[in-house]
């Protein structure tokens, strides 16, 4: 560790304090970790059953967040206006909402009764206590991320390449595929990785929303809750993995190096 | 890093481990006096755990307790009996605790001093108002087009939902394994189940947003609250008296009219 220049020394103090209380919970975790069965526990069946419905769940909310987020992120950096800027608050709201609360929301929005399930139930989709649930409150609680890191990175990358693009003749949907997207590449990459991240330790909504079924919708998240009831060493060895999982997400994202600014 | 800065962050996660002692043994206010029946004037903080399904009951029996004892202030928590029981193995200060089935007690071990029990519980299932779907008995909630939820196997709910059914035969496939009695409710008063197995004093708070029905198999499926001191309480004199009254008339009063007590 080499000192910053410019940084005041007693800056460390409190920051060390805050790498503490960061660092120090998984270490503990990790301390008790019964490792004699820590393998045939990771292999069980209905812990492999949890985690392949995590990952496959996981996984296609992510692709959801890209195919609206994307658009999204591009509508909100590129105009302007009242009405915008109070929708593109409201995209956050899934971030700083109590999941739980996120959960009873989509209940009463998609649920049987619900302002658009009723209508969904006339049709004869019933998405009660159905993986598409799962994904449907992964998605509404990852797309914040993703959406905040590829706007941020539009309106720091600024308008002036496309303009040359249109002024070269492109057309729109052109300069978005050709310009405006690889532009913000690691960006959209990193927003990817956190919503996936997110979609993977999603607990709360999913809980309150889909509800807790073996195989259907009980995902990682959701199956250490319910084993810690019964015996909190018997939930370590899953949660444990999750930590690595998410370990591996934020070193992918943060490694990049710093400061380098996309070019083309 | 070098060796001094290793040394300050070893004392920096040391203090930030100090902080969080004091946080967990904040709340035991020192007593020279721990002998039997002393309620003196002193004044004593009596700290319960007690079951969730117990707060209407335990907060109104708490409020009777401080007002035939001024000098005592009764704190109570409300958790899911195997949370409590966890939280007191991991050392959190409790004088009185009250869980929702024996199980989960007795895995306290010596640390309950002398369980009673105090109340009873039985299941009954609930519906949407008026019964839409016509269920009249266990082997309904097995019927093909009705969504049933149960409360997971690992609390204790759940555990007699399992006695239920293996005394009946019957199967029922839950759409939702839901990890409190709470979440059957809701499951049903929002419309996302058809019916859920609660006990007879939930079905009795959730009121007109549900109907009951009951089963003769439920009878034989009582599910008994014991209540005991915890070994090492500072108040363990005023602990007694509480479950006095707890076990007396004003107690058992006040949970019958709650819907607990019956199957006796």
Known sequence: MRPARGVPVWLYLPALVGLALIVIPPIALTQRLPWSDFWSSITSESSL????????????STVLCLAIGVPMAVVFARSDGLALRVFRALVLLPLVLPPV?????????????GLIGEHLTVLGIDIAFSTTAVVLAQTFVSLPFLV????????????????????????????????????????????????????????????????????????????????????PQQALPLSFLLIVVALVVVIAVHLRRPGRQPVL | MNARTTARIAALMAVVALGATACSSGDSSP??????????????????????????????????????HPNVTVKTTFDGSSALVTQIKQGATADVIATADEKTMTSLGDSAVNP???????????????????IESVRDLARSGVTTVLCAPQVPCGNAAATVERNTGVDIRPASEETSVSGVVTKVTSGQADAGLVYTSDAKAAGSAVTSVNDPAFAAVVNEYPIAVVKGSQHAGEGRQFIDLVTGSTGQEVLSGLGFGAGR
């Open chain 1, 49 to 60: 059953q949890a985690l392949e419905l995590s990952l496959r769940t996981a996984v296609v």
């Open chain 1, 101 to 113: 609360v996120g959960g009873i929301a989509l209940l009463y929005a998609f649920g049987r009764r």
């Open chain 1, 148 to 231: 905040i890191s590829v706007e941020g990175a539009l309106r720091v990358s600024g308008s002036s390449y496309e303009q040359v693009a249109a002024t070269l003749g492109a057309g729109p949907t052109r300069t978005l595929v050709r310009v405006t997207i690889p532009l913000v590449a690691p960006a959209l990459l990193s927003g990817l990785v956190l919503a996936f991240a997110r979609a993977m330790g999603e607990f709360g909504a999913t809980i309150t929303f889909a509800g807790n079924a073996p195989g259907v919708t009980q995902t990682a998240p959701l199956k250490i809750y319910v084993d810690e009831i019964n015996d």
């Open chain 2, 31 to 68: 007593s020279p006096s721990a002998s039997a029946s002393s309620s003196g004037d002193a004044p004593v903080t009596l700290t319960v755990f007690a079951a969730a399904s117990l707060k209407k009951g335990f907060t109104e029996i708490a409020a009777d307790f401080q007002k035939a």
């Open chain 2, 116 to 134: 009673r029990t105090f109340t009873r519980n039985v299941l009954t299932i609930i519906t949407a108002p008026g019964n839409p779907k016509r």
